[in-house]
């Protein structure tokens, strides 16, 4: 019932910039919180950057200062925009997003949380 859509990611050269998009859609009563993560090869999942419904900010510090994550909460979008991207940037970014869904007349809710499918970013040298 509840998917996370991701698109944008492809080759760039290093210096260049790359906007990732991630909408969520299905049952949603409210999305707490989203954010994007980022796997290479070999390594651990590690964050990138999340957002909250009250619009708090978090960047890992790799990324501080190129990256900007934003949000479109009528659209239950979430978007990263990468600037001056290294190699070291190459992964494989998935989006997350935290959400609360209702499931009766009552008002009765759960809380989810929800993996994109992953969209691969390669910065070439």
């Not at 998917?3 to 790359?18: D, F, N, R």
């Amino acid at each position: 019932q509840v998917q996370l859509v991701e698109s944008g990611g492809g080759l760039v050269q290093a210096g260049g910039s790359l906007k990732l998009s991630c909408a969520a859609s299905g049952s949603i009563d409210s999305i707490t919180a989203m954010g994007w993560y980022r796997q290479a090869p070999g390594k651990q999942r590690e964050l990138v950057a999340t957002v909250t419904s009250d619009g708090s900010i978090n960047y890992a510090d790799s990324v501080k200062g190129r990256f900007t994550i934003s949000r479109d909460n009528a659209k239950s979008t979430v978007y990263l925009e990468m600037n001056s991207l290294k190699p070291e940037d190459t992964a494989v970014y998935f989006c997350k997003a935290s959400l609360r869904t209702v499931v009766n007349v009552e008002g009765a809710y759960r809380y989810l949380e929800r993996w994109g499918q992953g969209t691969l970013v390669t910065v070439s040298s």
